[in-house]
């Protein structure tokens, strides 16, 4: 079994930053062979893709909302992988996810249905 445990979310005031880790855990699980991503809900609407990341962290992929304020990276000795958020806009208020890809490490997905496990999500919320 495989857990993302996500965390570092909170309230943040327009053009603030915030720093989420996601730590993965499981008997069988090797993070330096999976792809890994973050994706954001807001209510009423589905899961959209924020950022992916090579197992071995050589490419990235960003939604073009993101691009240029957010950075996603990854620590494998530490089997984390983390979201830094800067220049952080109302927009972004919502619950972000971590998810893990454990089919395929070498290919950057930004559908939600390419990831099989999710982490329990963490609430960003940015105030104008």
């Known amino acids: 079994q495989v857990q993302l445990v996500e965390s570092g979310g909170g309230m943040v005031q327009a053009g603030g930053s915030l720093r989420l880790p996601c730590v993965a855990s499981g008997r069988s699980f090797n993070i330096k062979k999976n792809s890994m991503a973050w994706f954001r809900r807001t209510p009423g609407k589905e899961r959209a893709f924020v950022a992916a990341i090579l197992s071995n962290g050589g490419r990235t992929k960003y939604a073009d909302s993101t691009k240029g304020r957010f950075t996603i990276s990854r620590e494998n000795a530490k089997n984390t992988v983390y979201l830094q958020m800067n220049n952080l806009k109302p927009e972004d208020t919502a619950i972000y996810y971590c998810?893990?890809?454990?089919?395929?490490?070498?290919?950057?997905?930004?559908?939600?249905?390419?990831?099989?496990?999710w982490g329990q999500g963490t609430q960003v919320t940015v105030s104008s």
């Open positions: 998810a893990a890809d454990i089919l395929d490490g070498t290919i950057l997905q930004s559908n939600s249905f390419e990831f099989q496990y």
